[in-house]
């Protein structure tokens, strides 16, 4: 008797192994990781100029009876740093759409993480700085080292928020991501080696434009290393796919 023609009912299903999909592919990482550190550091000059232009404003436009009081100096301060941070969230999600990953949520996620890093950092700094003040005496090396290195701490610890709310963002397009909370830390670690590496080589810059010249190094390479380092992270992501959602279908 002939074998039956006919081939079984087959079932094919997404959710069957195959490659994953990274969230920016091999043959864009190159474009993509210069497109998203020379905007970032565009969004860095920028809002650091916008801002600092809108406090000027404001310190010339309102009285200074008015901004004397901590609660309305700080209210004016918190406001340009909104401004340099929703600045330099646009500027990343002007990139991170191409790759389907929602701009307006990238800028919001990134303008608040920003701004409650920045605020949780400020506090414990102050705080230390109030503990070395209440002292009332002079400080040796060891203390100096002590709260130096306990503020450098607080402000590297500070960038698990950024982290924490940009992976909100991230989590629904991509699988695995949840080392990135951690990953601004990483970037706020390097920022601070480079200003200690700056402090220790300032003394060999000449004193005409020696001010100038390391501030601009600082924020500079600050830029740098806040765009090259998440571009590398966003370059190992993994795109969900029909696989991770479980979807199936029958053909």
Request: charge should be positive; hydrophobic fraction near 50%.
């Amino acid at each position: 008797m002939p074998p039956n023609s006919k081939q079984p009912y087959q079932k094919v299903s997404f959710s069957e192994p195959h490659p994953q999909r990274f969230l920016i592919p091999r043959f864009q990482r190159r474009s993509f990781f210069i497109q998203f550190t020379l905007l970032t550091v565009l969004g860095w000059v920028v809002g650091g100029i916008a801002s600092i232009a809108i406090e000027k404003t404001i310190v010339e436009v309102v009285p200074s009876v008015v901004l004397q009081q901590k609660i309305w100096y700080g209210l004016a301060k918190y406001f340009s740093n909104c401004v340099f941070a929703l600045i330099l969230g646009a500027d990343q999600a002007l990139v991170l759409r191409k790759y389907y990953i929602s701009g307006l949520l990238w800028m919001f996620a990134t303008s608040l993480g920003w701004l409650i890093a920045n605020s949780i950092s400020a506090e414990w700094i102050n705080y230390i700085a109030s503990i070395a003040s209440s002292l009332n005496q002079n400080l040796s090396p060891e203390q100096i080292a002590i709260l130096s290195f306990l503020s450098t701490i607080a402000y590297i610890l500070s960038g698990i928020w950024l982290g924490f709310f940009q992976w909100l963002i991230l989590r629904r397009y991509t699988i695995g991501a949840w080392w990135w909370i951690f990953l601004p830390s990483i970037s706020f670690l390097f920022i601070s080696i480079l200003v200690w590496l700056l402090s220790l080589v300032q003394e060999f810059i000449p004193e005409v434009h020696h001010a100038q010249v390391v501030y601009l190094c600082g924020q500079g390479l600050t830029a740098v290393i806040l765009g090259a380092i998440p571009a590398l992270g966003l370059c190992t992501l993994k795109r969900k796919t029909s696989r991770n959602t479980g979807i199936s279908s029958y053909v």
